[in-house]
């Protein structure tokens, strides 16, 4: 196994990354975008250079991760980019981790866009929607005691969603909701009124989002 640690909030870390597995003679056939992190509260609680760097990794590394590998698959006829978005992208806008969503709503726009465009050429593209997942992603950004109050029965763990993301990319899906609390949740947001909609998702947002 060969690992390579890069950050990828720096804008030259893709391009490096790449040269590394060149020069290491290492053929990428499989990419998986899944770095990232969130900036709870108000968008301007925190200074610009914050923004830009979850912004550089939710957003401008998957793009570019996504642009150098591809040459190698299309010419091999065969890849796979699987690139985590968030059942955030596809719900009302609320409070709070101001660039979250939107970052995450582009990855899914971006990654049925591209799907369409190599899969001709033998390239599965999947985005995958994961809701609430037992990682440290809310350690890290604080937000564990907050998100705690939710309740279980909506959290997979993340062996199951990285094997269902994997499974969806080998199959060809081009978007995948984890679990069917999610998939219940997606849909009313996307069959009820936007009012109503967002009244919905607003009222629990305080369960899990910090607006202050």
């Known amino acids: 196994m060969e690992v390579i640690a890069a950050d990828l909030a720096d804008p030259a870390a893709p391009a490096r990354l790449v040269a590394d597995c060149e020069a290491r003679g290492l053929r990428v056939d499989t990419l998986v975008n899944n770095a990232g992190f969130g900036v709870p509260g108000r968008y301007l609680a925190k200074d610009w250079a914050t923004h830009q760097a979850s912004l550089q990794v939710l957003l401008v590394a998957v793009c570019e991760l996504s642009h150098r590998f591809l040459p190698a698959m299309e010419a091999e006829g065969r890849g ?3 690139n985590v978005a968030s059942l955030a992208g596809l719900v009302p806008p ?7 969503g939107p970052t995450k709503a582009f990855v899914i726009r971006f990654s049925e866009t591209l799907a369409k465009e190599v899969g001709p050429k033998g390239v599965n593209v999947t985005a995958l929607c994961p809701g609430m997942t037992y990682t440290e992603f809310h350690d890290v950004n604080g937000m564990r005691a907050t998100v705690s109050k939710l309740p279980k029965g909506i959290w997979l763990d993340a062996a199951t969603v990285a094997k269902l993301g994997v499974d969806a990319v080998e199959s060809g899906r081009t978007r995948l909701i984890t679990g069917r609390a999610n998939r219940l949740i997606a849909a009313l947001s996307k069959y009820l009124p936007d009012r109503l ?3 919905l998702i607003a009222a629990k947002a305080k369960d899990f989002r910090d607006e202050g």
Do not use: D, P, S, V
């Not at 609320?94 to 979250?100: A, C, E, N, R």
């Open 94 to 100: 609320t409070g709070g981790h101001t660039l979250y």
């Open 197 to 199: 909609a967002g009244a």
């Open 80 to 82: 796979r980019i699987l």
